[in-house]
């Protein structure tokens, strides 16, 4: 491959973070914007700056990533295609999402990559399947079931305790504000590391890195600016998917809903599972939502699910149409 600039890799792989920022900005803030408890842009500076130090608390996540996707010592001489193409193709599927305004999933964006290019460039042998199904595909199914069930039981829970206890709507409004800025920790905490990961992951495949080195400091902070520029510039059209589109929502389904994806994201992180927060997300909005209103605009949400469920195949039909082409360089 006439390519060889290696130290160019880490330029992708930040880039990718950064996309991965703009395009989950919704993550954080969608129900904040929604219910006009802050503006887009305080709302997005404040996310940006939450989602930097969440990114330092853990990296059980970029190890999982890591480790626990490929075998990096039988990547071989393959390792800067592979990971070139992965990211590309994971960066393409996450610009075609935001374009239709679809929250899919940056983090099983970049998996579905690194399985395509592995697969193309490499050998199915070297991709770790079970690890795939036990890290990915099961919390891919489970996670926004589960902030399915916290929404609607921290709002049935709330609607019985404001039976008897009257709470200012501003004061939603703060609480919203702070479930917010804990979502974008949360997010911080799980997607900035997949990035981290993935650099680990370069690092040892090209020998500067040891594979018991863990993740480098200066990865760790690369990575955390990196997707807090992206939250920064915020996909405008996915928080008003998210935000808007999925159930109508008020500070207190909109708290509520930041409150239950951010505890399921923050528990996944503890344990290493790079679930998509983006997921979570619509799943804690679905649950708070539809037990305050009743409803739930299913079109939106069958073009959302259909969107997850082409995430890992689709990116990974990319990475290995970029593999084809940086093969003809």
Known sequence: ??????????????????????????????????????????????????????????????????????????????????ISAALLG???????????????????????????????????????????????????????????AVGLSFMTLVEKWLQWRDIPPEHWQRLQILSGMLMAVAHGANDAQKTMGVMTLALVSWGKLSPDAGVPFWVMAACALAIAIGTYGGGER??????????????????????SAALT???????????STTQVVVGAITGAGYRQQGEVNWHVWGQIFMAWVLTLPGAALLAMAISFCLGQL
């Open 265 to 275: 994201v923050a528990a996944a992180s503890l344990v290493g599972f790079p679930v």
């Open 1 to 82: 491959m006439a390519i060889d600039f290696k130290g160019g890799l880490m330029a992708i792989a930040l880039l990718f973070d950064v996309t991965n920022g703009f395009h989950d900005a919704a993550n954080a803030i969608a129900t904040v914007v929604a219910t006009r408890a802050l503006s887009l842009r305080s709302a997005l500076l404040l996310a940006a700056v939450a989602n930097f130090g969440g990114a330092f608390l853990s990296t059980r996540v970029a190890l999982t990533i890591e480790a626990g996707i490929l075998h990096s010592s039988a990547l071989g001489g393959h390792w800067f295609g592979v």
């Open 90 to 148: 994971a960066m393409a599927w996450n610009l075609l999402t935001w374009y239709w305004g679809l929250p899919s999933s940056s983090s099983h964006a970049l998996i579905g990559g690194l399985v395509g290019a592995a697969l193309f460039q490499v050998s199915p042998q070297i991709i770790y399947w079970h690890g795939i199904v036990g890290s990915v595909v099961i919390p891919m199914v489970v996670s926004p079931l589960v902030a399915i």
């Open 238 to 259: 996915i928080i008003h998917t998210t935000g808007e589109k999925i159930t109508s929502l008020d500070p207190v389904s909109g708290c509520l809903a930041n409150l």
